[in-house]
């Protein structure tokens, strides 16, 4: 490596291009945590420069020695490239950013904001000299070549938009804010990071070059809302920050068109060349040149702790796509055929996110939240591995893997893609298919460890073949048997690598060998498939939705509305479109509307039976307080209306008339006439059908 001092303008003035490798993550810089502090930081080696300049002005008049120490310099930090690539005719020198590619995109950001922010001046001069850090002048056949830092594709658009607008209005106008819904579903979406940062850059460069502190306090008009909670604030320790670079924030986040503040004052050309001289002097880089025998990913990877936190997928797929570079492989094709959709694919409407896409979506998994992508790697790692990987060790179990053979790069990431596909379906379940009424009962089960198998599944034997679905159908019924029967889910880690095994040393997995390896689980209660009998008992004693709660009793009942559906239509039903409501038949407020008992037992028995499945159902529209807490005469018209299979029950002769009773007899009557349709909906073992 050759290690350089020099500055990101020194490097910006070559004609050349910083090429971040398209397999890198996108700009993650943020406005507080990043971008605010390396303001900050050159505002005040400007600040001292200044003063350097005034005692040095003075000194000089008065013929005597100055003093005064120069200013210290402001480490900006590493990049590290490869070696100068001469291109063809009509292609720029370029270098690969192996990493740094965040500092370089921002300095970039500083000086694109810093080109417009002089736009209006009238020497020339300095509108060509900043001009000149943005934009390669040769002629070249791509548009792109001009630009000297071409990012990944995730930022390629923003960046290009950003140098082709050449205004704060322009930028505004490709990307105004946007708010979506109303009332307490009311979000905003946010701009994309890099036209944050070119935002900020150019409101405080705004006003350091009209001699205004970017830290300057504006109070608040003294009466008015704001002062009075900004009182009520400090008594309590606290304040709100007024400066005018926190004010910029806010508008540049809330406002289509934000405007500087002061921005009526003129320009000083003094700061235009302080500012300069800061940026090129006193704002400092170490470029580490990469030798032709120097490992890039070696050095990627020690580097995993500087910055902002590399993810599990920015190792992966850099790994990956340095593999690739390594066998001359071209990563480019690669990327647009296999890796692109992780980065660009864009959220399904109505997702409750601070991204915009789809993989960036961060979901709760057990304690833990993940973006869809980290979490489908540690699905895939588990899956390849066949073990009990830990979210913090993906990468380093995923490179174990790749390591122990030899493996082809476009198969493994065509693999990959494929079970992304699949993930997907359960991330967003169609409740149609049954492969999406298993995934939305995998979520509602909170039971993401057997997450796994199902990928191999789909990966041996397709996700439309009957016995991917024969498979989901054994696997549904062991979860939801043991959640009924109240089994813990923690040797689940044990019980899921281990089923993956002993499915891998087939030569073609099945439902018959889940099925026999799930019923030959030793370990008692922590592992077993409850029985028929087992199942039953607890079943008809469960105090239902207290013991699953709302949403497992909930899907519960809609999957006995399934299997009612069925036995009478004989075919594969759907359950309607509209929300379902779980309603108590007993109410729990039963006692003004309902008969009185007479001693303590009974009323213990009805309140422990007034939460089992028996007594529970489904209605198309809630019922209100007063009608759910009627009496049964009153209640069961209204239940029959919802039109559910689930409710045709309460059509019987007996239940119908003035003088029908609800009571507990009746509630374990119904229990046991709801096993039998659960025993056909997940059976110990397998169906004739699913056998065949």
């Not at 291009?17 to 943020?30: A, C, E, H, S």
């Not at 922590?526 to 008992?537: S, V």
């Amino acid at each position: 490596m050759q290690p350089t001092k020099t500055s990101p303008l020194s490097m910006f003035s070559q004609p050349m291009q910083y090429l971040v490798p398209i397999f890198q993550r996108g700009y993650v810089w943020t406005i507080e945590r990043q971008i605010q502090l390396l303001w900050a930081d050159i505002v005040e080696r400007a600040k001292e420069l200044e003063r350097y300049q005034i005692v040095q002005r003075a000194a000089q008049e008065q013929g005597s020695p100055h003093l005064a120490r120069p200013p210290r310099r402001h480490f900006l930090g590493t990049v590290i490239i490869t070696e100068h690539r001469a291109g063809m005719p009509g292609e720029p020198i370029t270098a690969e950013v192996i990493d740094g590619q965040q500092r370089m995109t921002t300095t970039q950001l500083l000086a694109l904001a810093f080109r417009d922010a002089v736009a209006g001046v009238e020497d020339e001069f300095y509108r060509k000299c900043v001009d000149g850090y943005t934009w390669n002048a040769a002629v070249y056949r791509e548009k792109h070549a001009h630009f000297k830092v071409w990012p990944t594709n995730a930022g390629r658009q923003e960046m290009t938009d950003l140098v082709e607008s050449r205004s704060l209005d322009e930028v505004c106008k490709r990307y105004p804010v946007v708010t979506i819904g109303s009332g307490k579903s009311k979000k905003r979406i946010a701009r994309p990071l890099l036209v944050e940062a070119y935002l900020y850059f150019y409101g405080v460069i705004g006003l350091f070059l009209r001699g205004v502190d970017f830290d300057e306090v504006v109070p608040p008009a003294p009466g008015s809302l704001e002062a009075l909670v900004d009182d009520a604030l400090a008594e309590s320790g606290h304040q709100i920050d007024r400066t005018l670079a926190a004010q910029w924030t806010h508008s540049i986040r809330h406002e289509t068109l934000p405007r500087l503040p002061q921005h009526d004052l003129p320009i000083q050309q003094s700061k235009i060349d302080l500012l300069l001289a800061t940026l090129n002097e006193y704002i400092q880089l170490i470029e580490l040149r990469l030798g032709a025998d120097d490992d890039a990913q070696v050095i990627f990877e020690s580097l995993n702790d500087r910055g902002e936190r590399l993810t599990p997928a920015d190792l992966v797929r850099n790994f990956v796509f340095l593999e690739a570079t390594r066998i001359n492989a071209s990563a480019g094709k690669l990327y647009e055929t296999h890796w692109r959709d992780f980065d660009e694919s864009p959220a399904e409407k109505g997702a409750v996110s601070k991204s915009k896409l789809f993989w960036k979506v961060e979901e709760r998994q057990g304690r833990l939240t993940n973006t869809r992508l980290d979490t489908l790697l540690y699905h895939y790692v588990s899956m390849r591995t066949m073990n009990d990987v830990k979210l913090d060790h993906v990468f380093e179990e995923f490179k174990q893997w790749w390591l122990t053979g030899k493996k082809d790069v476009d198969q493994e990431l065509a693999r990959l893609k494929r079970a992304a596909t699949l993930f997907r379906a359960m991330v967003l379940p169609d409740r149609s298919t049954r492969l999406g009424r298993f995934a939305h009962n995998l979520r509602v089960l909170d039971s993401s460890t057997v997450t796994p198998v199902v990928l191999f599944l789909g990966e041996r034997l397709g996700t439309d073949s009957a016995d991917f679905l024969d498979c989901l159908s054994v696997l549904e019924s062991y979860l939801v048997r043991r959640a009924v029967c109240t089994r813990t889910t923690k040797a689940y880690n044990r019980v899921f690598p281990g089923l993956l095994k002993r499915l891998s040393e087939a030569q073609t997995p099945t439902a018959e060998l889940v099925a026999d390896h799930l019923k030959s689980l030793a370990g008692g209660e922590t592992q077993d498939w409850p029985d028929d009998a087992t199942f039953r008992k607890a079943w008809l004693e469960l105090n239902t939705y207290k013991a699953l709660r709302s949403a497992k009793t909930k899907m519960l009942l809609e999957a006995l509305e399934l299997g009612c559906r069925n036995e009478v239509h004989h075919e594969s039903a759907q359950l309607p479109s509209i929300a379902l409501h779980v309603e108590h038949v007993l109410p729990v407020a039963w006692e003004e509307h309902w008969p009185a008992l007479d001693d303590e037992t009974a009323v213990m028995v009805r309140n422990h039976l007034l939460h089992n499945i028996g007594n529970l159902t489904l209605l198309t529209a809630k019922l209100n307080p007063s009608l759910s807490n009627s009496a049964f005469a009153i209640k069961r018209p209204e239940i029959t209306k919802s039109l559910l299979a689930l409710n045709a029950y309460f059509q019987d002769a007996a239940l119908v008339g003035p003088d029908a009773t609800w009571d507990e007899k009746c509630i374990q009557a119904r229990s046991q006439k709801l096993f039998a349709v659960a025993v056909k909906i997940w059976p110990f073992g397998l169906t004739d059908s699913t056998a065949s």
